[in-house]
């Protein structure tokens, strides 16, 4: 398995905190990506990075910022949490670009009340 | 644009029959597919993967799929499934050229295998 961490694994918080999840590897790839998991949605890219202190955005990034000070942590900020939120965060890292085979972290299951 | 279609939501087999599970893409570009597969609050492992080398992929665990650009299809199959298959599969796009785009993703199959 690839190397990658998340943390926390579950969290429970309240509408309008503050809540930032951690993804961590240790396999040195340069491309780290995060997404949410919803019923009937698959999964959908939130934000990714392509380097350190590069980052751009997915298809759902609103309400979601991302940094990345290292090559092995990225990670996601909800600024004002809402319950549509919700989600289950999953982590991916790859070596190359959208091409490569990402390999996916253990997930994160964020409750937003 | 890529997209991906899972034409089925839930498929149920029998141990020991045939999986086959449908997937069609649209992309503009000559794409990368890919299957993973989801087990229950588990992280997604990659099944296989098609990058324009051979058209018939072999995966782990018996899996296969067909790159057919005709029919811009790329559905999954095993000859005899086992209980351990039971999970969700998700079929996914990624286009060459488009940068640093990630993947787009289907909506899921969920598999039952019936004893």
């Known amino acids: 398995d690839a190397g990658i961490t998340q943390s926390p694994r579950h969290k429970v918080t309240e509408t309008g905190t503050p809540v930032t999840l951690r993804c961590h590897q240790t396999?040195?790839?340069?491309?780290m990506y995060w997404y949410r998991q919803d019923p009937g949605h698959g999964l959908r890219l939130i934000h990714y990075?392509?380097?350190?202190?590069?980052?751009d955005k997915g298809e759902v990034s609103d309400g979601y910022s991302v940094s990345r000070s290292k090559t092995e942590d990225f990670l996601l900020t909800l600024e004002s949490a809402t319950s549509s939120q919700t989600s289950v965060y999953f982590c991916?890292?790859?070596?190359?670009?959208?091409?490569?085979?990402?390999?996916f972290g253990p997930g994160t299951r964020l409750t937003v009340l | 644009a890529q997209s991906v279609t899972q034409l089925d939501s839930h498929v149920s087999v029998s141990e020991g029959t045939p999986v086959l599970l449908r997937c069609n893409y649209s992309?503009?570009?000559?794409?990368?597919l890919f299957w993973y597969v989801q087990h229950p609050n588990k992280g997604l492992q990659l099944l296989l993967k098609?990058?324009?080398?051979?058209?018939l992929v072999k995966g782990i665990n018996g899996f296969e799929a067909e790159f057919k650009k005709s029919e811009t299809s790329f559905h999954l199959t095993k000859p005899s499934a086992h209980m351990s298959d039971a999970a969700e599969y998700f079929c996914?796009?990624?286009?060459?050229?488009?940068?640093?785009?990630?993947?787009?993703f289907g909506s899921g199959t969920r598999l039952q295998v019936q004893p």
């Open positions: 992309s503009s570009y000559s794409p990368s």
């Open positions: 098609y990058t324009s080398a051979a058209t």
């Open positions: 996914v796009v990624s286009e060459a050229y488009t940068g640093r785009r990630a993947l787009t």
């Open positions: 990075s392509y380097g350190v202190k590069d980052t």
């Open positions: 396999e040195n790839h340069r491309y």
């Open positions: 991916a890292i790859s070596e190359a670009g959208s091409t490569d085979t990402q390999y």
